[in-house]
């Protein structure tokens, strides 16, 4: 009786912070991150500045997400970035050149990015290249195709509705994209924890030989991690052509930098099988209220960098050593 | 009176509360190979760590050559001369032999490291041990006894007195474990005074002089002569008397569950296999390292491509391209490399078991609920000692391998594949092992067993398939198999 009573105490208290496994340190940095910045600034702590930090992490959030999919697996993907500026050059020709509905260059927007992932897929599964190699090579391709889609030009002037998704705040506080960006980190979190497609990501960045004895096809779900990762970019892309009513073909430069840091900031493990979605929105938070609490102490953008790749180190590093001591 | 080399006074070791040696004494002379024998927990590897220098004990002391001794680091007692050699091996592929032999200490010659005088002291050491290969060649590709033999090697480049061996022969075949036998007798005649530990208890009669019994932390035994019977020494590491080791096998039911015809692999590993296993049949497979054992079991299970040949299930020819069609229809592999192939390690109790049935939960909700569930279930069948949140890797090597059995038994499976399924696991949780193997048996499974230990093989099958160099040697009945009739058709 009382061995079963302590058993099922001890089961009883883990789910509710299970979500978080790994990502207690960076959660711990990010309430430490805010309670500095509200000290600090007079303009930090305000459901405006909330709800602008929100609007800035949109783009970021949603490409973590697939970036967490593909090092879940024990891979990498340097080709989000690329991917983005192809995905959104690719809607902009399609509504403002070729003039067809704005919808269906969404449409082709994401098929092109998943285009991409496919590729990629192929040629770590097929062909056995590396996910590092295979992926750099993507990031040179896409962004080759991004710019000759338009020889390097611009695309401006989309219809109303399409920017106010990114300006319009329903019930006063959320932009759709906003919304968007939860709705994936939701339905990615209920994927990965709760569903058997989402164990076998885990399963396969543990060890990839016992996944396959277990039956579990692993260059199926190595392809669709990249197709996911790139489509996900793509969407990012079309957010981000909201937010600047624009599209062009050096967009998303370095944000294959900016994704893997939250990724690996939120604990989830470059080796693969261990870390996920609530760890990467804890990263993407501690990115995102960074950059805008640096900019409201006016620190140079140079600084800024400097004391981003200071916390990487410090994340990683923390989260090592508590491991260690345990 | 000769002085020892290495003397233990009470040496105790705990971790937190938990004592993991208790007042452990005993002597080391030079030109000697004592075996430190015990089942997996009894402290054997904590023992060795602390001689090695890589733990420090909590009580007790330790003098070597006469001086005290204390090393604090793994390289505080190689610089002694006393080295470790894992149970791993820590080679590194990629690089030559001489280099591995001299890695951290390369010698040095005007500021740069001298090459030549690194191959030619290497193939020195080399030679000393019989090896004839080129110290210029790098590792990858080397066959394992012979990377065992680069480690002792690299060991004796470092002026080693004081060997310990940690299952040297886990991974070896029979003739490869005579030669690393024929070194050691040699370097014991040189003086090197060796610590053997193994779970093969006809190699602890074979090569060893004295055998130390541990049990729980404690020396409960010290034999001072080798040649006593098995069963003693059993006995005394698991503290209770043995009455049999296997349990009695049940009759196979006349139904052929599974039917493999000319099999012949892909990769030439084997060639032109035929057998068939009834239902409720226990087949072993027994051969050489190298015969193609495992590669045989792992193309019925559809891990490896066949090049020809067919696998019949219930009389239908199977497809097999991939080990998840080899589930589907009902056919599991236990595989050999618990830690590679068997389990995520650094996962769940609980994860690693719902690994091997995700596609029952293909369109349901998989909720903590519902693995636990699951996860308790299989648990409680097996009798394995942990809960389903804990990692695997905090489990002891038999209930790591009763997860992995475990996994696959809460499918049903028609033909349950299991190779070497007892390595590394101590003597008393095999029997706990067997006794699943013929209950699988009882209920009408298929079942084919691979394993080096032929004791093992003998004592779980019905019949016996040998194997020798890919080459199906024959097929003997249990009446028919004994170790001198396995050998011989093993060896042809």
Redesign the interface.
């Known amino acids: 009786m009382s061995v079963l009573g302590i058993?099922e105490q001890?089961?009883a208290s883990?789910?509710s912070w299970?979500w978080l496994r790994g990502a207690t340190g960076p959660l711990i940095g990010l309430i430490g991150l805010c309670l500095f910045l509200s000290l600090a600034t007079d303009t930090f702590l305000s459901t405006r500045n909330g709800l602008n930090i929100l609007d800035q992490i949109t783009v970021l959030g949603i490409m973590s997400v697939g970036m967490t999919f593909v090092i879940l697996i024990g891979g990498i993907d340097l080709s989000v970035g690329s991917v983005l500026a192809l995905s959104m050059m690719v809607m902009g020709w399609t509504a403002n050149v070729a003039g067809l509905p704005l919808g269906v260059g969404i449409v082709f927007g994401l098929a092109a990015s998943a285009a991409s992932g496919l590729l990629v897929g192929l040629m770590v599964t097929m062909f056995r290249v590396p996910a590092f190699i295979a992926t750099l090579a993507m990031m040179s391709a896409a962004r080759g195709v991004a710019n000759m889609i338009t020889d390097g030009q611009q695309i401006v002037g989309f219809p109303d509705w399409f920017m106010m998704l990114a300006i319009d705040r329903h019930f006063g506080a959320l932009t759709a994209t906003v919304f968007l960006m939860l709705v994936v980190l939701v339905v990615a979190w209920a994927f990965l924890?709760?569903?058997?497609?989402?164990?076998?990501l885990?399963?396969v960045g543990?060890?990839q030989?016992?996944?396959?004895?277990?039956?579990?096809?692993v260059a199926r779900v190595t392809i669709a991690v990249y197709v996911c990762c790139a489509m996900l970019a793509g969407l990012a892309g079309i957010v981000l052509a909201a937010r600047l009513d624009s599209v062009q073909p050096s967009s998303g430069f370095g944000y294959e930098l900016d994704t893997i840091a939250a990724v690996v900031i939120g604990g989830t493990s470059l080796s693969g099988?261990?870390g996920g979605i609530g760890g990467t929105l804890i990263g993407v938070l501690i990115i995102g209220v960074l950059r805008n609490g640096l900019n409201l102490l006016n620190v140079s953008p140079f600084i800024q960098q400097v004391i981003i790749g200071v916390v990487i180190v410090l994340a990683v590093g923390a989260e090592t050593v508590r491991r260690k001591r345990r | 009176m000769r002085e020892p080399v290495l003397s233990l006074k009470g040496i105790s070791k705990r971790y937190g509360p938990v004592p993991v040696l208790k007042d452990v004494s005993f002597d080391i002379y030079a030109g000697e190979v004592v075996a430190l024998l015990g089942e997996n927990g009894a402290g054997k590897s904590t023992l060795s760590g602390i001689i090695a220098g890589s733990r420090s004990p909590s009580e007790g002391s330790m003098t070597w050559l006469g001086q005290p001794y204390a090393p604090a680091n793994p390289a505080e007692a190689i610089d002694k001369g006393v080295v470790l050699i894992h149970q791993e091996l820590q080679l590194l592929p990629e690089l030559s032999v001489a280099e591995n032999v001299f890695i951290g200490r390369w010698p040095m010659k005007n500021g740069v490291v001298d090459r030549a005088q690194m191959v030619r002291r290497a193939q020195e050491q080399l030679a000393r041990l019989n090896l004839h290969i080129p110290a210029t060649r790098k590792v990858a590709g080397l066959s394992t006894a012979h990377q065992q033999l680069i480690e002792i090697a690299k060991a004796l480049a470092l002026n080693a007195r004081l060997l310990i061996l940690d299952e040297p022969t886990a991974a070896l075949g029979g003739a490869e474990t005579e030669a690393l036998f024929e070194q050691v007798r040699k370097l014991r005649a040189e003086g090197v005074g060796i610590i053997y530990i193994s779970h093969r208890m006809e190699e602890i009669r074979k090569i060893t002089d004295r055998i130390i019994v541990l049990r729980d932390g404690e020396k409960v035994q010290e034999f001072a002569d080798s040649a006593i019977p098995v069963r003693t020494i059993v006995e005394s590491m698991v503290g209770r008397s043995l009455e049999r080791m296997f349990p009695s096998l049940p009759e196979p039911q006349p139904k052929t569950m599974l039917e493999v015809e000319k099999l012949t692999s892909a990769e030439d590993a084997f060639r032109d296999v035929s057998f068939s296993v009834k239902a409720g049949e226990i087949l072993g497979i027994a051969g050489l390292v190298g015969a193609g054992r495992t590669e045989l079991v792992r193309a019925i299970s559809g891990a490896d491509p066949v090049a020809s040949g067919s696998v019949k299930l219930d009389g239908e020819v199977l497809a097999l391209k991939s080990p998840a069609d080899a589930i589907a229809r009902g056919i599991v592999m236990v595989p050999e490399d618990r830690k590679e192939q068997g389990l995520v390690v650094a996962h769940g109790i609980g994860e690693n078991l719902v690994y091997a049935n995700l596609d029952r939960f293909a369109s349901r909700w998989l909720t903590p609920s519902a693995k636990r569930a699951f996860a308790d279930k299989a648990i409680a069948a097996f009798g394995v000692k942990g809960r389903g949140e804990q990692p695997a890797s905090d489990l002891s090597g038999g209930n790591q391998q009763k997860v992995v059995i475990a996994k696959w038994l809460m499918r049903d499976p028609k033909v349950v594949v299991l190779d070497e399924p007892t390595r590394g696991i101590d003597v008393g949780a095999r029997a706990g092992i067997y006794d699943i193997i013929v209950n699988l048996a009882r209920r009408g499974v298929a079942v084919i067993v691979v394993s080096s230990d032929l004791e093992e093989v003998l004592g779980v099958s019905n019949r016996i398939l040998v194997l020798a160099q890919g080459n199906q040697a024959g097929i003997l009945s249990r009446e028919e198999a004994n170790d001198v009739s396995v050998m011989e058709l093993a060896t042809l």
Do not use: F, T, W
């Open positions: 058993n001890k089961h883990k789910p299970s924890q709760l569903r058997a497609e989402g164990r076998m885990y399963a543990g060890n030989e016992v996944a396959r004895l277990a039956g579990i096809n099988g261990a």
